[in-house]
């Protein structure tokens, strides 16, 4: 491969515990050492996450909804308007916690909690270059939809724990949404591994980057064989069935303003809110993350291998952008329609699209 575009052997051959606990010298303690090696790794991926979180919620969202709306957007809090963020942060910690007389308290103080520590626990399989690797189990892609889909339990409990006919509602629609697009996202995703041959997230992206898909002439630049490139049909599909999985415009049915007034999330406030739409923002950018993984390469890209980080967050971002693009330009769909799309398009599309991909590999193979 052309030195261009960084193969994954300079990037996570070590994870990011083994790294810590050598650099610190924690793995000379035994599993005691180990264990705290791993929760420092973990401890610095969650800040990541929710420092990208913090920007994209309070400020990248507003900005970039405003630009293609044709509106100012936040700009008198610090340059640009970027300390909007911490104006928003203090604004929504110091209001009064309003707990709903009917309220199931154990389910409701719970849901926000799962909803975003659900997106959280993916974080650890994800390759993200630069050594910023916690664990790559051979069971990977399967670990990550797994504990992604655990924010459907969030929601319903969010919903039916809040008293709230409307909560109700949006709980009941948010897990009719998720079943309808989560099926046809794990089986685009397994055509994924049928090319890769694995379910271990390391290797499909070492896969998407050993092997050349082309040379441009004169230029003397190897194209990887990203899968987004090898298969764009299940990359647009994917696309689609994960803008409706983190509930985004024109699927963003369960928090419907103008019928549910917010959805599952109407009767929280305060911190409980807080951590509601921190929950849905870090699931925007873990489904970022996995397209980028399984699609676009993981970390790789043009430069050095310590570049790694900077490229996949780049993706990452690129795929936030993409979703506030959408919500700005395409209108919201009936929940009628919705499902509609779920279980009469894309599961009938995400199905052939396996078998095609299947016999294809079947045939090279």
Known sequence: MNAAINPLQNSDTVLLPERIGDLTGLSEFGIAGELIAAFLGAFIIANLMLAMTG???????????????????????????ILIIVADAVRLLSKENIIPENADRPAYDLAPIVIAGSALLGFAVIP????IHLADPEVGLAFVFAVAGIASIGLVMAGYASGNKYSM??????????????????????SVVLFAGSLQMG?????????VLFTIPGLEWAVPAWFALVNPFAFVLFLIANFAEVG???FDMPEAPAELIAGYQTEYSSVYFVLVYLG?????????AIIATIFLGGPAGPGPSELGIVWFI?????????????RSAIPRVRIDQLIEIGWKGLLVL???????TAAIVGVIA
């Open 128 to 131: 993200m270059g630069s050594g």
């Open 248 to 250: 985004r415009n024109p």
């Open 280 to 288: 849905e923002f870090l699931h925007i950018f873990l489904g970022g």
């Open 55 to 81: 920007v994209a919620g309070p400020w990248a969202k507003r900005k970039i909804t405003a630009a293609f709306t044709d509106r100012i957007a936040v700009n008198h809090i610090g340059p640009g308007g």
């Open 169 to 190: 509602l949006g709980g009941l629609r948010a897990v009719a949404q998720n079943i309808a697009y989560e099926i046809p996202l794990v089986v685009t995703g397994m």
């Open 350 to 356: 995400s199905f052939a699209n396996l078998a095609l």
């Open 203 to 211: 290797e499909i992206v070492a896969v998407q980057n050993e092997t």
């Open 314 to 326: 780049l993706k990452i971002w690129g795929v936030f952008f993409l979703t506030q693009w959408l």
